[in-house]
């Protein structure tokens, strides 16, 4: 369970001079104004912002965040007004918690690309503050993550919504690993079984990475380390739910996913990615058709890298992104 500390220890982690105080007191509000609610779980409500805050805190943002992050449920679920807010902590984080407020009212009930798209539009326009829609997605990550404990019918709907919304959201603001959990997590309350069993394979195939793993970051470390001296490069399994859309659009099972396997290689400079582009290349065989140029032309979210398929070691494909 977080506590308060837990939040105050990781703000000064990464600004030492940071308004403690603010976070003091927009704990004390929070406490106050949702003391006797209980979460579904059965736990008290207060658990719900510490978190949020907590994820806030983790994604480094500024104390006013944090601050929002605590108070986010609060106009919606207790009564306290948005001018109470702003007599206690200024304008700037009323603001924030009332955009909360407002993306929280709105309800998606289609699965229609289209209507999704114009929906995310909408809450990029409503969001003047992109710290608006970090929260509102902490507030959503941490929702997941006790989604047992609401009514099926309500899981499929916030599951659904994760999946059409807010994990798109996630990506178009260069949030990666979160897009991946809110789509994993959604993922395993739409398709329990085939998520339980995707899972069972992973786990298994995990032990038996693992070694793979290390033989491919060393193989390339040496190769590397003449020619660009100064780089990251880290492997991981792919995710339940990008494995499982990949099985649907091949119409493949979970065996016939060959590029289960990601790297990621992370240099100082554009001219490194090309140069460690080639290096790759000359190591293994490129798989064609599969190498992609962000660095030439960003995603819309301005992510930029390259991205290739090689048959790496024992004739397996393996992904590279640069």
């Known amino acids: 369970m977080i506590k308060l500390e837990d939040i105050v220890q990781k703000v000064l982690s990464y600004n030492s001079k940071a308004d403690i105080d603010l976070i003091n007191k927009a704990y004390v509000f929070t406490a106050k104004a949702h003391a006797g609610q209980m979460r579904k779980s059965g736990d008290p409500y207060l658990i719900h912002p510490l978190e949020v805050a907590h994820i806030l805190a983790d994604m480094k943002l500024d104390v006013s965040s944090i601050a929002a992050g605590m108070l986010h449920d609060t106009l919606e679920d207790t009564q306290t007004t948005k001018k109470d807010i702003q007599d206690l902590f200024g304008a700037d984080i009323a603001e924030l918690v009332d955009g909360v407020t407002k993306i929280s009212k709105f309800k998606f009930n289609t699965q229609e690309e289209h209507q999704a798209e114009n929906f995310r539009k909408m809450i990029m326009a409503m969001s003047r503050d992109i710290r608006v829609i970090l929260i509102k997605l902490a507030d959503r990550f941490h929702n997941l993550s006790t989604l047992q404990f609401m009514p099926e019918e309500k899981q499929m709907s916030i599951a659904q919504e994760t999946l059409d919304i807010y994990s798109p959201l996630a990506s178009r603001l260069g949030i990666d690993w979160l897009k991946l959990q809110l789509e994993d997590l959604s993922f395993r309350f739409l398709k329990p079984d085939v998520y339980r069993q995707i899972q069972k394979q992973m786990v298994r195939l995990k032990k038996n990475r693992e070694e793979y793993m290390a033989r491919v970051e060393k193989a390339v470390s040496e190769h590397f380390t003449s020619s660009i001296p100064h780089f990251v490069i880290a492997g991981r399994l792919k995710h339940a739910y990008g494995i499982y859309r990949k099985m649907q659009r091949l119409n493949i099972s979970f065996e016939q996913v060959h590029d289960l396997l990601a ?22 065989k490129p798989v064609p058709g599969r190498f992609k140029d962000y660095v030439a032309m960003p995603k819309a979210n301005n992510y930029q890298s390259l991205h290739t398929t090689v048959i790496c070691l024992d004739g397996e494909r393996v992904e590279f992104q640069i």
């Open 263 to 284: 790297f990621r290689i992370i240099t100082n400079n554009i001219e490194e990615c090309y140069e460690a582009l080639g290096l790759l290349h000359s190591m293994w």
